[in-house]
């Protein structure tokens, strides 16, 4: 992925968590139609848990940005 040549780190927090959310609702997609698959499902289920981490994360870092004024 290609960083816009202008982007603040505020907005590059933010663009991280508009990604993030868009690969949680995959994955939750994905999660869904493992029903008969249990060993995909718990990897899929395992990846859900990393996405979540990140999403936490940049949550974080953008909430640290806005409070030191980016």
Known sequence: MITPVNETPLE???RHIV???????RQI???AK????EAARAAAEEKLLE???TL???????ALLRALGD
């Open 12 to 14: 590059g927090a933010t």
């Open 29 to 31: 997609d994905l999660v």
């Open 51 to 53: 996405i979540r981490t």
């Open 34 to 37: 493992l029903a008969g698959n």
């Open 19 to 25: 990604e993030a959310e868009r690969r949680w609702d």
């Open 56 to 62: 936490r994360l940049a949550r974080v870092k953008q």
